[in-house]
């Protein structure tokens, strides 16, 4: 059998396939900083789509007649949170805190709450006044599903950087060890050239 004739298709059955749930799969990442970097972006997103319903809300609030558009509070606390994730996440990464359980869980649920305040526009659409706004429902339904995905994908992000800072002392205790094992295998190649005839 020629078995060199199948040698190059090796890599195709050998080689790891990339998995297209891999946002949510993956444990670790091949890069940390990727990841830190990625979280950064999203902050960066969150904020400005924050401040632009904000800005709406605040809209809506002035030129209504009477009552007040919880988008104001709703999207103010998802506006600071996204500041805060920010500022977390600017510094490089040899710099970076993770953030704790607490800190991830407030996140979150800044988000979540803007989720439940488009849930309350859609009882209000169904529910207040003589007809319904089929309209402001459909959009208020969008939006429920996208911040929650947002805080998902948010959750998922800053799971992935609770493990990439190391403290002085782990660091310090790491290159001990790797520089230990690189200079005896660098004695052992000197060993085996020196005893080759």
Known sequence: MNFQKYASYAPFFTQKKSNPLGF????????PEDHLQNLNYLSKFLLVLS??????????TVTMDKGFDLGVVSFSGAAFSAIYLYVKTRNNIKFFSPLRSWEKIL????????????????????????????????????????????????????????????????????????????NESSMGMYNNRRNMP
Request: aromatic fraction near 22%; include cysteine.
């Open 24 to 31: 949510l799969m993956e444990d670790k990442p091949s890069r």
């Open 107 to 182: 996140v979150v649920i800044s988000q979540l709450i803007v989720a439940a305040n488009y849930g309350f526009g859609v009882y209000f659409a169904l529910n207040v006044g003589n007809y319904i706004y089929v309209r402001f429902a459909t959009y208020c339904i969008i939006f429920i599903f996208v911040w929650i995905g947002l805080s998902i994908y948010t959750w998922i992000l800053i799971g992935r950087t609770t493990y990439i800072s190391l403290n002085e002392d782990d660091e310090d205790e790491l290159d001990d060890l790797y520089g230990f094992a690189i």
């Open 51 to 60: 401040l632009f319903f904000f800005s709406w809300a605040v809209y809506n």
